[in-house]
Every structure is written in C-alpha cells, then in structure tokens.
C-alpha cells in the first residue's frame, strides 16, 4: 500500500510539474530516432518535409529552438557554428520549433520564415504541429540538442557547450565533442548534460 501510494504521489507531482504533456520518460541514449511520417512545415524554404530526411551520411543533429528566448538569442553564434560544424562533418541538422501556445504570436509560421531569413538558416527550420515531436522526445527546452550516429540512435543530449548563459565564456563544446565521436565511431563523452534555456511553449 505504501509504495502504491509513493507510485500515485510521484505521478500527480509530474503532471502538475509538466503539465498536460508531461513525459513520463524523456529518450535516452541509446534510443532510436523517434519515428514522425507527417510532413512538417518548413520555414527555411515555405515547404513541407519529414524532419528525419535532414539525416548527412554519419547522422544527425536535432535541436530545438525558436524566435525569441534569451537563450536562444544569446547562442545564435554559436548555433551557426554548431551548424557548419556539424554539415562539415556530414551530420544532417533539422531545428525544430515546439512553441505551439505561441503560434498565434512571436513563434507563428510567419514569424519562423522572418527568423530564418535573418538566420540565414541554410537548414530545416520546422514547425512541430501541437509539440507532438517534443514530446516524443520529452523536450522541453530552448535550445536543446539531440545528437543521432549514422544508425539512428541516440549518442548525446543536452547542451552545445558548457556555458549556455555566457556562450562567449564557453570553454568546452560538448557538441563538436560528441560529433566528432560520432565520425570516429566512438561513443561521446559525456553522452549527457544538462540543457539550459527557456521552456517549450505547449499549448494547454
């Protein structure tokens, strides 16, 4: 009886915590890519793709992102960077934007294809259609990174680098780390850290 109830308290104290999304399980390393077949629209070119077509030959990278947190704006460098970095190294980059209580607003369609201009993005920048990527991730912030090996599974997540808050004080890139396990077919170190940022914008 005591550990139902410890069962029942712990589930009542993460949905409240998370909301009607809350995840019961956020995907680990080691994970397989989760699999979403309906096209998503994209921002980079006015279009529509399935976000795992943006997989490069040794993988890919997903993060997700938007228009206006702090954080996100204050790591535009370094996620271009990161980018390039990635590209070069022949990971496919998707960016996906769950703000979905925002879509009416700073994080509408409209809004995305302005930030992706000014970006210059030269990658997918997605809209996830009622967060439903996010949560088959157990995403929940901006920015926050996924790194997938040339099998689709899961090898590290978390932060770009070791100072989100202060990117130009960064001393360690833990994503150009992971990506270049990655190539050499060697399991990142850490496979894990801590994603800082603003929280994904579901709606209620």
């Given amino acids: 009886m005591k550990n139902t109830f410890i069962a029942i308290a ?17 995907l680990q390393v080691g994970d397989a890519l989760p699999a979403a077949n309906e096209p998503m629209k994209n921002a980079t070119d006015g279009g529509e793709m399935v976000y795992s077509k ?4 040794n993988g ?5 992102s938007c228009n ?13 960077k990161t980018i390039e970095y990635a590209r070069e190294h022949g990971i ?6 769950s703000n979905e209580a925002k879509r009416e607003g700073d994080d509408s369609f409209e809004a995305m294809k302005r930030y992706a201009r ?29 790194l997938f090996d040339k099998k689709s599974k899961l090898v590290y997540k978390g932060a770009m ?32 850290t801590k994603s800082i940022g603003c929280s994904i914008k579901r709606k209620a």
């Fill in 161 to 192: 680098s070791d100072n989100p808050g202060t990117p130009e004080e960064a001393k360690v890139m833990y994503i150009n780390n992971a990506i270049d396990a990655v190539v050499a077919g060697k399991q990142p170190d850490p496979a894990s």
């Fill in 118 to 146: 000014k970006q210059g993005y030269k990658v997918p920048y997605l809209a996830d259609a009622n967060s439903t990527l996010a949560n088959a991730y157990g995403a929940n912030h901006t920015p926050e990174i996924f």
């Fill in 68 to 80: 206006t947190c702090p954080f996100v704006v204050k790591n535009e460098g370094t996620t271009a």
């Fill in 10 to 26: 712990a589930s009542v104290v993460t949905l409240v915590s998370g909301g009607a999304y809350a995840q019961s399980k956020t």
């Fill in 92 to 97: 496919g980059v998707v960016i996906i934007n």
């Fill in 54 to 57: 943006a997989a490069g030959k």
């Fill in 60 to 64: 890919l990278l997903v993060m997700f």
